[in-house]
Nanobody, 119 residues
Framework: QVQLVESGGGLVQPGGSLRLSCTAS????????LAWYRQAPGKQRELVAR???????NYGDSVKGRFTISRGNAKNTVYLQMNNLKPEDPAVYSC?????????????WGQGTQVNVSS
């Protein structure tokens, strides 16, 4: 079993910042990539940011230049630094693990952490 646990969400004013954390644990074969997605009520889940083992990153268009994904010294952790938060950013932010074919073909997701942006 694999567990992903997110933390760091909360309420912030427009223009403010938050840093989300995700820690993976359990029967992990490989951490090829870790990614953050978000989903607001009534909207499709969208990619926020993804980082692969080489360090290369991808970002959703709506967050480029504002959010930064990184992995911790403990490589089972991933962070999402969110700067200049906007009213359109509120959502449940979830992390997911990509094992790069070195384990079962299963998508692992955390339960998510809520981010709200309001004055």
């Amino acid at each position: 079993q694999v567990q992903l646990v997110e933390s760091g969400g909360g309420l912030v004013q427009p223009g403010g910042s938050l840093r989300l954390s995700c820690t993976a644990s359990g029967s992990i074969y490989n951490i090829y990539a870790l990614a953050w997605y978000r989903q607001a009520p009534g909207k499709q889940r969208e990619l926020v940011a993804r980082i692969i083992s080489s360090g290369n990153t991808n970002y959703g268009d709506s967050v480029k230049g504002r959010f930064t994904i990184s992995r911790g010294n403990a490589k089972n952790t991933v962070y999402l630094q969110m700067n200049n938060l906007k009213p359109e950013d509120p959502a449940v932010y979830s992390c997911t693990l990509d094992q790069g074919g070195w384990g079962p073909d299963i998508e692992y997701w955390g339960q998510g952490t809520q981010v709200n942006v309001s004055s």
